[in-house]
């Protein structure tokens, strides 16, 4: 059972930075991504990277300001945020999938963090 914990979370005036980290006690999965939920809304998938080639998706609405990253060796995904918006207050969301089949995908996630809020003031 892979465990993923989040942090680096907190609060933000628009056009700030935060950077978010997840690490994973283990690195099964092929697949490792960053979910946000804001209040009342459905939960979207916002970036994604591949473990092995490191390749990464982007949603449109972060794509330009977000980036995201793995240490493997620290098994450690990152997600570096710039021109904070505050559409962008949400509970980020760690998740990642032992046999994601393809990029972007919102099925096939086998684990999840707890989350960590992301709140932009403007």
């Known amino acids: 059972q892979v465990q993923l914990v989040e942090s680096g979370g907190g609060l933000v005036q628009a056009g700030g930075s935060l950077r978010l980290s997840c690490v994973a006690s283990?690195?099964?999965?092929?697949?490792i991504s960053w979910f946000r939920q804001a209040p009342g809304k459905e939960r979207e998938l916002g970036a994604a990277?591949?473990?092995?080639?490191?390749?990464?998706w982007y949603a449109d609405s972060v794509k330009g300001r977000f980036t995201i990253s793995r240490d493997v060796a620290k098994s450690t995904m990152f997600l570096q945020m710039n021109r904070l918006k505050p559409e962008d207050t949400a509970v980020y969301y760690c998740?990642?999938?032992?046999?994601?089949?393809?990029?972007?995908?919102?099925?096939?996630?086998?684990?999840w963090g707890q989350g960590t809020q992301v709140t932009v003031s403007s």
């Open positions: 998740a990642a999938g032992r046999a994601v089949k393809r990029v972007p995908s919102t099925e096939g996630y086998d684990y």
């Open positions: 283990e690195r099964s999965f092929n697949v």
């Open positions: 990277i591949t473990w092995s080639a490191g390749s990464t």
